[in-house]
């Protein structure tokens, strides 16, 4: 959230850079990430709307204040939206992943003793569900259904179906 919000990362340095934090405190002023480098330098990061008073303060204590960076949501998008190319990307990325899950990927046979996997899946294969089948068109019960009158030494049989991947058991 701090990331999103906006942050300024300052170095505080002077005679007594624990002054500034004090005044800041007192200001009701929020700081994170403090880091203490050596008795007179001080690292700390605050919300970009206070970078001013920041400034102010430490200056106010006879303190040096040195702007190290920023970072913020809006900065980077800014950086983004000068790389269409980037955003297009994206975007097929995020289409590819939602359309790819319609479609049956991967099948897996669990929890056979007796049978082999080949049969079950050469069985799926003759009623329809293979590799790249319209994962919505599997309807589990009634391939169960057909899957156990196929098979009359099975006597309990799960279909199941996530995303790309079909499971069998």
Not at 130 to 138: D, P, Q, R
């Given at each position: 959230m701090k990331w999103m919000k906006g942050e300024a990362r300052y170095r505080i340095t002077g005679a007594a850079p624990q002054e500034v934090l004090n005044e800041l405190s007192k200001a009701r002023i929020k700081f994170w990430d403090l880091e203490r480098e050596d008795e007179l330098n001080y690292c700390l990061s605050v919300s970009l709307k206070e970078k001013s008073n920041v400034e102010?303060?430490?200056l106010r204590v006879y303190c040096t204040p040195t702007f190290l960076y920023e970072r913020s949501f809006s900065k980077k998008m800014k950086q983004v939206r000068k790389r269409p190319v980037l955003i297009i990307g994206l975007i097929l990325v995020l289409?590819?992943?939602?359309f790819l899950q319609s479609y049956v990927w991967v099948i897996e046979v669990k929890g056979t003793q007796r049978l082999h996997e080949e049969n079950?899946?050469?069985?799926?294969?003759e009623q329809g569900i293979e590799f790249g089948t319209w994962a919505s068109s599997v309807d589990s019960q009634e391939t169960k259904l057909k899957m156990l009158s196929a098979l009359p030494e099975i006597s309990w049989l799960a279909v199941n179906r996530k995303g790309g991947k079909l499971t069998v058991l």
């Amino acid at each position: 959230m701090k990331w999103m919000k906006g942050e300024a990362r300052y170095r505080i340095t002077g005679a007594a850079p624990q002054e500034v934090l004090n005044e800041l405190s007192k200001a009701r002023i929020k700081f994170w990430d403090l880091e203490r480098e050596d008795e007179l330098n001080y690292c700390l990061s605050v919300s970009l709307k206070e970078k001013s008073n920041v400034e102010s303060i430490a200056l106010r204590v006879y303190c040096t204040p040195t702007f190290l960076y920023e970072r913020s949501f809006s900065k980077k998008m800014k950086q983004v939206r000068k790389r269409p190319v980037l955003i297009i990307g994206l975007i097929l990325v995020l289409a590819a992943s939602f359309f790819l899950q319609s479609y049956v990927w991967v099948i897996e046979v669990k929890g056979t003793q007796r049978l082999h996997e080949e049969n079950i899946i050469r069985i799926l294969q003759e009623q329809g569900i293979e590799f790249g089948t319209w994962a919505s068109s599997v309807d589990s019960q009634e391939t169960k259904l057909k899957m156990l009158s196929a098979l009359p030494e099975i006597s309990w049989l799960a279909v199941n179906r996530k995303g790309g991947k079909l499971t069998v058991l």
